[in-house]
């Protein structure tokens, strides 16, 4: 963070300023100081409305404490630490250094092994669908038998969701893929 920025927005990340106007939710929850949420705009702070549950909330101005006051409130909560008996981390220069997260490649064609099957690694070739629970669904929905390929064929379509999911979250700079993450398949009575 730049010297003169004292959070950044909790829905897209832009730095706010010291002193700055930003806007809160009104929900007492979104603003504690252990989770403090703090948005640079209102379209930012109704983005989170998406994944909380509030029954009536609004955005609310502020305005962020100046440097001086903002160094005095971290004291205040580190003595506060110390006194309750929690644990308590030095204080630290803050980094500038870009966080680096991993994005997922694409998928990639895979060269067929001798025994036919894919060329994956292992973790990659574990299944992730529930094979008798999704025999029950299409056998308690159509009446029809499932062959036990099917559950091989709907893990590969997962673990594509799944990485484009992860795109996603990190192109938002998230450590948490969110359900908004997954991309919406068309729902088909």
């Given at each position: 963070?730049?010297?003169?920025?004292?959070?950044?927005?909790?829905?897209?990340?832009?730095?706010?300023?010291?002193?700055?106007?930003?806007?809160?939710?009104?929900?007492?929850?979104?603003?504690?100081?252990?989770?403090?949420?703090?948005?640079?705009?209102?379209?930012?702070?109704?983005?989170?409305?998406?994944?909380?549950?509030?029954?009536?909330?609004?955005?609310?101005?502020?305005?962020?404490?100046?440097?001086v006051e903002w160094a005095r409130e971290q004291e205040a909560e580190r003595a506060a630490d110390i006194a309750s008996g929690r644990a308590v981390a030095a204080p630290t220069a803050v980094s500038t250094a870009p966080v680096v997260r991993r994005m997922v490649d694409p998928p990639k064609p895979v060269a067929p092994t001798s025994a036919g099957g894919l060329a994956?690694?292992?973790?990659?070739?574990?299944?992730?669908?529930?094979?008798?629970?999704?025999?029950?669904?299409?056998?308690?929905?159509?009446?029809?038998?499932?062959?036990?390929?099917?559950?091989?064929?709907?893990?590969?379509?997962?673990?594509?969701?799944?990485?484009?999911?992860?795109?996603?979250?990190?192109?938002?700079?998230?450590?948490?893929?969110?359900?908004?993450?997954?991309?919406?398949?068309?729902?088909?009575?």
């Open positions: 963070m730049a010297d003169n920025t004292w959070l950044k927005c909790s829905a897209c990340r832009r730095e706010l300023p010291f002193g700055g106007v930003h806007w809160v939710c009104s929900v007492s929850t979104c603003n504690r100081n252990r989770m403090r949420l703090v948005f640079c705009s209102v379209a930012c702070w109704d983005s989170h409305l998406s994944t909380v549950r509030h029954r009536e909330a609004w955005a609310v101005e502020a305005r962020a404490p100046s440097a994956l690694a292992d973790a990659e070739r574990d299944m992730l669908i529930v094979v008798s629970k999704l025999k029950k669904y299409i056998k308690d929905r159509s009446g029809m038998n499932t062959s036990d390929a099917v559950a091989e064929v709907l893990s590969d379509h997962v673990r594509a969701i799944c990485d484009e999911a992860i795109r996603t979250a990190a192109t938002d700079e998230r450590k948490t893929v969110l359900d908004r993450d997954v991309p919406k398949v068309p729902r088909r009575s």
